[in-house]
């Protein structure tokens, strides 16, 4: 079993910057794919973003890449989302996941098993 806690969400202004952490429990977590989700108001749960267990791949959606960065310390249990250059399109409530087949990155949610609570980001314009 694996829980899932984020952290650092909050409101800032178009173009500014939040970096989000997401902190695990469970022995296993180094071997997991860990990704972000989001989702605004009235829309699908959509993917964001996902790293390999080693770090060496990462995928991105095509609206944050280039401006989001997500990394992971294995020895923390802690995946990160890097978010700079903020627009208020990217206002959502911010999911960590983990997929414990951890072999490729998927981009849809239905395959990842385990989610976090969620953390509200806000972009003012």
């Known amino acids: 079993q694996v829980q899932l806690v984020e952290s650092g969400g909050g409101l800032v202004q178009d173009g500014g910057s939040l970096r989000l952490s997401c902190a695990a429990s469970?022995?296993?977590?180094?071997?997991?794919?860990m990704g972000w989700f989001r989702q605004a108001p009235g829309k699908e749960r959509e993917f964001v973003a996902a790293?390999?267990?080693?770090?060496?791949?990462?995928r991105y959606a095509d609206s944050v890449k280039g401006r989001f960065t997500i990394s992971r310390d294995n020895a923390k249990n802690t995946v990160y989302l890097q978010m700079n250059s903020l627009k208020p399109e990217d206002t959502a409530v911010y999911y960590c996941?983990?997929?414990?087949?951890?072999?490729?990155?998927?981009?849809?949610?239905?395959?990842?098993?385990?989610w976090g609570q969620g953390t509200q980001v806000t972009v003012s314009s």
């Open positions: 469970g022995r296993a977590f180094s071997s997991y794919v």
């Open positions: 790293i390999t267990w080693s770090g060496g791949l990462t």
């Open positions: 996941a983990a997929d414990p087949s951890g072999s490729l990155i998927y981009t849809r949610s239905y395959q990842y098993d385990y």
